[in-house]
């Protein structure tokens, strides 16, 4: 899986943990995301899975761990600093914003390209989801759930990540939106993207997962290849059941 | 039909001045949830800093025009730079407080910028020079009315300005990131944004803008000391009125109470003070986020922090600290000389204030701005009893809860459907509605005059009984309030403050607590605005004044919103620091604005809290 020793992976998370108040959440996660990878973070309502990402990006402050991207320190950092240093995060509300066009809300996250990365371009994120080529002048907020999605995406795209951390992307989407995300993570990953997805369900995940993590109050449960956790019902049952 | 047509001018004129100072402040608001009460200071320093190089531009003589209209834009921008300082100094590092903490914090600073304009440029009001090309009146076509020049500029100065905003905030980098911050300023910064630099920029803006309004009030009126809360209360009804963070309603809100003021004058001379608090209350009850504004959207900022610590009865070392302390206070008097008595006296009466307002802010966790209104409510209710049908006092001190709670109840039954900054500006609204009423109908308050020979009845003239009788119902008002903090009924209150929802799912009718809490905190205050009262033997409408809501504010705040017994040290170390700097400093507003600053700053969860978090690690230290 890993690659020659003097490479570090896109992103190594190591004892990562979070606390709200007294309340401890992580009890201190490790785990990588390679580059051109798609891991999969399941676990029921609760587990961790929203606080993992957004301890990774800086939003709620890490207690204790480290989280490298290319092997250099972020933990403790502002989010915009992580930001700039090349994660992307999409929240699980989408968080758009409402009153903005969608053009507006891309320039929010339109950021240069580092050098030797080919940058994203209104065009290139209009071509990723046509969808919202056409309602390129609409205020966000008056657009459908699934096209907010393909809209938070779209903006967090427009900073050029190298690693994106999408928060229950699939939540309270149809079968046909949630199967044109999939698509389009297929082609992020195929431009050598690492991808952190969080998911309740396994149906965006079976589509799009290389690996998973199955995370149970706070800590990972179980790791490795998604085929294995789809080839065995007992495991599924254990930690994903309701 | 002539004058009603001048007076629609007029109200233009003043609608655009107001929308100048308004949408500085509305743009502040929207993105750093800030409320800054340091707004109105930097409109009076924009008109100081103007009439300065206005004047010292021009040498001598009258300003040309580059003297007149470069020294206004060289004051816009002196007031932005002012704008950032505080931005930088002070706000940069409370981003994440309460929402009240930075509000305090912008008092401080109205503090400091009023000692520091008097030690400038003196006490007198400054005359400032006429607008060069804009002197005299100009004739209107069609309407065949003459009118002047200046104030027909500034009615055209309001659109232009309404207009590049919006250009700033549609067509340019800087204002799209504004306006997506105003939504969600944490996913701003999620998406690389410095926000830092966003909000210095903004505050740049805004003072600028201030400053700017400041600048041009010069052809029109005398600067002074007095424009900085007169400003700010006005550009706060706007704001609110026309929708927190919304630029085209605080336009609209201008246009209609710029008009209001110059109808209202004609209509109800009287009630011109009233009419507009009036009109803010009843478009915030019609729409509870103003004309154009929305509510919040996106996560609540809550849960950005810790729960609220639980409140528990003191530990038994400091519930005796405090009754040796209480036992003190009434073994002291009969060895104290008159001075000390009546400022023992006025401090059981701050004691009681406070902790009345901390019953809201603390277990209800509403913020009022206007507490001083059933203070001086219950203050003139004695007053004008003593007064008008030569009562005792003991009718006056029954009358005076009585009357401060029925205001309590009329006012709260607004203040407490709202919820934040909004309800916290429908308690100053009706504070000044109050202090309109004491202030503008001098038949019956006597006007800024007050009422004067408001004394006890003859068997508690002697300052030593009389003394005795405000500790003794003032710890007993204390100890109810405490009480009620502990009982059923504080719990519901806090439930409600914790998680509205959840609380009202287990069967708690959110609005009838918090209206209840609003009622008994009015009325407690008004038993001590009527002890005040026959303590210092007059009332006036500074009684009811902003100033003396912060009072309040401030004693909270000091001893710590989470701890029960915190207004009781902190209305002890304020009012007794705030004798003393009077008494040893001329410059009492600048020492007490810095140490606010500092408060806010450094001590964060108050006096009180401190001490009691220094104890608790004391102890944690002392069991392995």
Redesign the interface.
């Known amino acids: 899986m890993t690659g020659p020793a003097a490479a570090p992976p896109l992103l190594a998370v190591e004892g990562l943990e979070a606390r709200?108040?007294?309340a401890r959440i992580l009890a201190g996660l490790t785990f990588h995301v390679a580059r051109g990878e798609v891991v999969v973070l399941l676990g029921r309502n609760g587990a961790g899975k929203s606080t993992t990402l957004k301890a990774i990006?800086g939003?709620v402050p890490p207690a204790a761990g480290r989280v490298r991207l290319e092997g250099r320190d972020l933990a403790g950092q502002?989010?915009?600093r992580i930001?700039?240093a090349g994660l992307g995060?999409v929240?699980e509300?989408r968080?758009i914003?409402?009153?903005?066009t969608v053009r507006?809300?891309l320039?929010?996250?339109m950021?240069p390209a580092p050098a030797g990365q080919r940058g994203w371009t209104e065009e290139r994120l209009f071509a990723l989801f046509p969808a919202l080529a056409a309602l390129r002048d609409r205020p966000a907020g008056r657009m459908s759930g699934g096209e907010q999605q393909m809209l938070a995406i779209a903006?967090?795209l427009a900073?050029n990540p190298r690693l994106l951390l999408l928060d229950e992307p699939s939540e309270g989407l149809a079968p046909v939106v949630v199967e044109r995300l999939a698509e389009a993570v297929r082609a992020l990953r195929a431009e050598g993207l690492g991808i952190l997805v969080s998911e309740q369900n396994l149906r965006l995940a079976a589509a799009v997962g290389d690996r998973a993590l199955i995370l149970e109050t706070g800590a990972i449960r179980w790791a490795g290849p998604l085929a294995t956790l789809l080839a065995e019902e007992a495991l599924r049952a254990r930690y994903l059941a309701v | 039909m002539d004058a009603l047509i001048l007076q629609a001018l007029n109200g233009l004129a003043s609608a655009s001045s107001l929308f100048l100072v308004a949408s500085g402040l509305t743009v502040i608001f929207g993105v750093s949830r800030i409320v800054n009460f340091a707004h109105g200071s930097l409109y009076m320093l924009g008109a100081y800093i103007g009439w300065t190089l206005v004047t010292r531009l021009a040498g001598d003589g009258a300003p040309g025009p580059l003297g007149f209209w470069g020294g206004v834009l060289l004051a816009a921008l002196a007031v932005g730079l002012v704008g950032v300082v505080i931005e930088v100094l002070l706000l940069r590092r409370l981003y994440r407080a309460p929402e009240l903490f930075p509000l305090l914090a912008t008092f401080g600073v109205v503090l400091i910028v009023q000692d520091l304009a008097l030690w400038i440029w003196g006490p007198q009001d400054l005359l400032g020079p006429r607008a060069p090309g804009l002197r005299g009146a100009a004739e209107l076509p069609l309407l065949g009315l003459r009118f002047p020049r200046y104030e027909l500029f500034l009615i055209a100065l309001g659109p232009v300005v309404l207009g590049l905003l919006w250009l700033l905030f549609h067509r340019t980098r800087f204002g799209v990131l504004v306006r997506a911050a105003t939504e969600d300023r944490e996913m701003v910064g999620a998406l690389g944004v410095d926000q830092r630099a966003l909000f210095t920029g903004v505050f740049f803006l805004g003072a600028a803008l201030a400053g700017l309004a400041g600048a041009l009030q010069l052809p029109r009126e005398s600067v002074n000391l007095h424009m900085d809360l007169a400003v700010i209360v006005e550009a706060f009804v706007v704001v609110v009125v026309g929708g927190l963070g919304s630029l085209g309603g605080a336009f609209l809100a201008a246009l209609l109470i710029g008009e209001l003021h110059a109808f209202g004058i004609l209509i109800f001379p009287r009630i011109t003070l009233v009419l507009v608090f009036l009109v803010m209350a009843v478009v915030l009850v019609l729409r509870p986020h103003g004309l154009l504004g929305a509510a919040p959207a996106g996560a609540a900022p809550a849960a950005a922090g810790a729960a609220e610590p639980v409140v528990r009865p003191a530990p038994a070392p400091v519930r005796r600290l405090g009754l040796a302390a209480l036992a003190l206070a009434f073994a002291l008097p009969p060895f104290l000389g008159d001075y000390a008595l009546s400022v023992l006296a006025d401090l059981a009466v701050f004691v009681l204030f406070a902790t009345s307002l901390h019953l809201l802010m603390g277990p209800g966790g509403m913020a009022s701005f206007g507490h001083a209104a059933y203070f001086g409510i219950g203050a003139y209710a004695a007053a004008l009893l003593a007064h008008h049908l030569a009562a005792p006092m003991a009718a006056g001190i029954a009358l005076a809860p009585i009357a401060a709670g029925l205001a309590g109840l009329g006012f709260g039954w607004f203040c407490v459907r709202l919820s934040g900054v909004y309800s916290a500006m429908l308690t100053l609204a009706f504070a000044q509605i109050a202090w309109s009423v004491a202030f503008q109908w001098v038949e019956v308050t006597g006007g800024d005059n007050g009422i004067l020979g408001v004394w006890p009845d003859p068997w508690a003239r002697d300052r030593l009984v009389f003394t005795y009788l405000v500790l003794a119902l003032c710890a007993g008002a204390g100890f109810l309030l405490l009480r009620a903090v502990h009982a059923p009924f504080g719990y519901a209150l806090r439930a409600l403050r914790d998680s509205g929802p959840r609380a009202a799912a287990i069967g708690i009718p959110a609005v009838p607590v918090r209206w209840l809490a609003f009622a008994l905190a009015a009325a407690m205050a008004g038993i001590a605005g009527a002890l005040f009262a026959y303590g210092k033997g007059s009332v006036f409408p500074t009684l009811l004044a902003i100033p003396r809501s912060v009072d309040a504010l401030l004693m909270v705040l000091l001893g710590g919103v989470q701890t029960v017994t915190g207004p009781i040290w902190g209305a002890l170390a304020y009012a007794g620091l705030s004798e003393q700097l009077v008494r040893a400093t001329g410059h009492w507003r600048l020492v007490l604005g810095l140490a606010i600053v500092a408060l806010v700053l450094f001590f964060p969860e108050g006096l009180a809290g401190a001490a009691r978090r220094r104890w608790e690690a004391r102890m944690a230290a002392a069991r392995p």
Do not use: D, K, S
């Open positions: 709200y108040g007294r990006m939003l502002p989010p915009f930001a700039r995060y929240p509300e968080r914003f409402a009153g903005l507006e809300n320039a929010v996250g950021r903006r967090t900073g």
